[in-house]
């Protein structure tokens, strides 16, 4: 049986009503406050306020104040008059209709601003994504006015190059055509002054003739380019000789083939990419130029560098794992965690020489989970890892700080 709140008070003017209702030593969370236009409850266990109002109020416009041991309500009325009395006289049967009418309007209540703060949150959510997407863009452009001011640039200095050459070809050309007309009158003084010489000039005879005939090859004399063609290659069976070994042979051997296919792939049309440079052409380059840009902390551009290798060959688990690493640096975090899940997808079968990779996943994601406030999953990654590595201090301690988050969560809902 609740205890009635009867040191209430209350003021009013032409347009307002003023109630304030004693807590008695209570919290502001512990008290439960239900207003609508016709009804004002403030339940407090064990004391309870109740008051059906002398006439309706405008209760989108109402307000409460809870604190110093008061709670206080303004109500603004709908007509401008002043009241006789703060409730109305009514039986049980009516009290009974307006609790529940006000349950009803309550509830109705809470569902409208559960919609509205969803669809505020999808809307800051959106504004968000564009405003990335905007700043991606123009990023973008500019890397591509960059690369087309220095193709400008390379263009003109190969013309002015050209243009110098030009000379130098011409005077090269008369000198041949010189040597040309010149070359048969040393021939057959050559060829005179071997037949009057000694025996031995016959041999130097042969020899002139002979680089005289070399020289006048034509281009059609000289042998085919060689064909082109892969070699493959196989790597050697490894014989393991204990029996713990042996048994991870088929893993081992799975692993060893699908780093060598996945370095020999290219998933992507290099036509499609635009201009690439020799080097961007080359996933390894790319993944050496996004590491070094993620040393000196250029992070958007190593993301560019590790985002165009995975285009050219989305099969390496180390692009999906950097360009992580690189999101949680740029506080992407749900993109963090769909590259590391992705590399934890190819670092498969779990061998000894992907187990370092996978640590480095696993931590990668778990980190972001916890900037994410989702606790338990980064936890699972945290001990993941350290089932991996379970000698690793750092691990253990990064461990027990999630833990000691959890309870202090737990204990202060």
């Not at 010149?182 to 005179?192: I, K, M, Q």
């Not at 187990?355 to 980190?367: D, E, I, M």
């Not at 001990?383 to 991996?388: E, H, V």
Request: hydrophobic residues 35%; positive net charge; glycine residues 4%.
């Amino acid at each position: 049986m609740p205890l009635l709140v009867t040191d209430s008070a209350w003021t009013q003017t032409d347009s307002t009503v003023c109630v304030r209702v004693p807590l008695h030593g209570a919290t502001a969370r512990q008290v439960d406050i239900r207003s609508t236009d016709q009804y004002l409850k403030v339940h407090y266990p064990p004391y309870l306020f109740e008051a059906f109002l002398f006439e309706p109020v405008d209760d989108d416009r109402s307000t409460a104040k809870v604190g110093d041991g008061v709670a206080v309500f303004s109500l603004p009325k709908r007509t401008n008059r002043v009241w006789e009395h703060l409730t109305r006289t009514t039986n049980e049967k009516e009290k009974k209709e307006i609790r529940e009418k006000a349950l009803l309007k309550y509830q109705e209540k809470l569902s409208a601003q559960s919609t509205s703060k969803a669809a505020k949150q999808h809307a800051e959510k959106k504004y968000a994504l564009e405003k990335m997407m905007t700043l991606e863009k123009e990023k973008r452009d500019s890397i591509q006015k960059i690369k087309d001011k220095e193709r400008e640039q390379t263009t003109a200095e190969l013309a002015a190059w050209q243009l110098r050459q030009e000379p130098k070809a011409e005077e090269e050309d008369q000198l041949k055509r010189h040597r040309q007309r010149d070359s048969p009158n040393r021939l057959n003084a050559t060829t005179e002054k071997q037949q009057s010489g000694c025996s031995g000039g016959a041999h130097v005879k042969l020899d002139q003739r002979g680089s005289e005939a070399k020289s006048r090859r034509k281009p059609e004399d000289l042998p085919a380019p060689r064909l082109v063609g892969n070699i493959q290659v196989t790597f050697t069976p490894r014989l393991f000789p204990t029996a713990l070994r042996e048994s991870r042979v088929p893993e081992e051997e799975e692993w060893l083939q699908k780093q060598a296919e996945s370095w020999r792939s290219v998933n992507a049309d290099v036509a499609e990419l635009g201009d690439l440079k020799e080097g961007e052409r080359n996933p390894d380059w790319l993944k050496d130029r996004g590491d070094k840009c993620f040393v000196t902390g250029d992070h958007l551009g190593a993301v560019n560098a590790y985002s165009l290798a995975i285009r050219l060959n989305g099969s390496i688990p180390a692009l999906y794992s950097n360009r992580a690493a690189c999101h949680l640096k740029l506080n992407n975090l749900h993109k963090a965690i769909e590259d590391s899940s992705q590399a934890l997808d190819l670092l498969t079968p779990p061998v000894a020489a992907n187990a370092a990779a996978r640590a480095r996943a696993n931590v990668r994601r778990g980190s972001a989970f916890c900037r994410l406030q989702l606790y338990a999953e980064g936890l699972q990654d945290y001990q993941a890892a350290l089932r991996i590595d379970p000698h690793n201090g750092a691990l253990q301690a990064d461990i027990q700080s999630v833990r000691d988050i959890m309870q202090g969560t737990a204990a202060n809902p």
